[in-house]
């Protein structure tokens, strides 16, 4: 089971962290990955991390905003996102999955976390 929270309401500029507790797995066998929808559009993965966290990758929209981390100890995966704008608004999942990473593909999923950012 994937637990996302974090999310809300920020003014353009802000940050945010969102987190996502994982239980019920080994949660270091496992690949983490962040994404994120708006209706009508397709989902983006916005950032991943391999299981030991000694890897990442960004999408071009956040790179340099956004951090992925994680802390295997607490079975958790943390996205921190610096000056939001606008079109970061959008419901944020997290994903685990033990090849996730390379093959971007993601079978057990979070319930989202609502990202609201005003302008």
């Known amino acids: 089971q994937l637990v996302e929270s974090g999310g809300g309401l920020v003014q353009a500029g802000g940050s945010l962290r969102l987190s996502c507790a994982a239980s019920g797995r080994t949660f270091d066998n496992y690949d983490a990955g962040w994404f994120r929808q708006v209706p009508g559009k397709d989902r983006e993965n916005v950032a991943r991390?391999?299981?030991?966290?000694?890897?990442?990758y960004y999408a071009v929209s956040v790179k340099g905003r956004f951090t992925i981390s994680r802390d295997n100890a607490k079975n958790t995966v943390y996205l921190q996102m610096n000056n939001l704008k606008f079109e970061d608004t959008a419901v944020y999942y997290c994903?685990?999955?033990?090849?996730?990473?390379?093959?971007?593909?993601?079978?057990?999923w979070g319930q989202g976390t609502q990202v609201t950012v005003s302008s």
């Open positions: 991390i391999n299981r030991s966290g000694g890897s990442t």
């Open positions: 994903a685990v999955d033990p090849n996730g990473y390379y093959n971007g593909h993601y079978n057990y």
